[in-house]
């Protein structure tokens, strides 16, 4: 019922500040719980946190909150990541995606994904 595109990676330098950006179409977005997910090469796919279907809640894993924070924009059905102070272990593919109701930390209680976008943070 959504597709989600994620757009804004690319090359940066360790303590760089970087959004990402989420763009959902399709129908019923203002229904979804968005997740971020990241996963590096050789590396299962890493919860990094949620945030509830009005905006009004969010979640972030633990040791991450600090440098993550996740938003949404339902009138242009977006979701945005702001990761601050970027690191050489933060290179990976960072993920959207959606699951209906409530926010869920698991990636496999997800329902659609987009397809991610590229950080690599140069030492």
């Known amino acids: 019922q959504v597709q989600l595109v994620e757009s804004g990676g690319g090359l940066v330098q360790t303590g760089d500040s970087l959004r990402l950006s989420c763009a959902a179409s399709g129908r019923g977005f203002e229904d979804y719980a968005v997740g971020w997910f990241r996963q590096a090469p050789g590396k299962e796919r890493e919860f990094l946190g949620t945030i509830s279907k009005n905006g009004q809640r969010t979640y972030y894993a633990r040791f991450m909150e600090d440098r993550f924070t996740i938003s949404r924009d339902n009138a242009k059905k977006m979701s945005y990541l702001q990761i601050s102070l970027m690191k050489p272990e933060d290179t990976a593919t960072y993920s959207c995606?959606?699951?209906?109701?409530?926010?869920?930390?698991?990636?496999?209680?997800?329902?659609?994904w987009g397809l991610g976008t590229q950080v690599t943070v140069s030492s």
């Open positions: 995606a959606v699951v209906d109701g409530y926010p869920r930390g698991s990636p496999l209680e997800y329902d659609y």
